[in-house]
């Protein structure tokens, strides 16, 4: 199985840092990536960082990966609560895919605590703020080395 990890994140993640502070805090998505990278060479993964704006392409990276990737961390964002295309598209990969917020998502308004993309996540992270990606790069990292045996 592929080492190559593809991490996702969806709308306004790009305004990491400066909006919303007293939710999100203020690492950047540069911050958040520079870490991923670190943490991935940690393990031994290779890291495909990516944010959008735009669910299509989103749904253009989750297609990429399946056919390159081990596996998928993915912050959706408020596709999280709206995106039946993107758990369409999450349906098609045969690996494990972690979601991952930066807030408690369930301490939250009630409409987001629904989320499309838990039906196809081997694992949820939520309220652990940036510290989230580290973890489900570790846990990913375990998944697919387990997958090797």
């Not at 098609?92 to 972690?98: G, L, N």
């Amino acid at each position: 199985m592929s080492r190559l990890v593809y991490v996702l994140n969806g709308p306004n993640l790009n305004l990491l840092g400066k909006r919303q502070p007293a939710i999100y805090g203020y690492e950047t998505l540069a911050d958040v990536e520079a870490d991923c990278r670190r943490v991935g060479q940690e393990l031994g993964l290779e890291i495909a960082f990516h944010q959008s704006n735009a669910e299509h392409q989103i749904i253009d990276w989750i297609h990429k990966a399946r056919e390159r990737a081990g596996g998928i961390v993915i912050n959706p964002a408020a596709f999280t609560h709206t995106s039946v295309a993107i758990l369409d598209a999450l349906n098609t990969c045969e690996f494990p895919i972690i979601e991952v917020h930066i807030s408690n998502v369930h301490k939250r308004e009630s409409f987001r605590h629904h989320s499309y993309v838990s039906l196809v996540a081997s694992g949820v992270i939520a309220g652990f703020g940036t510290q989230g990606y580290q973890l489900a790069l570790q846990r990913l990292a375990r998944l697919i080395e387990e997958a090797k045996k």
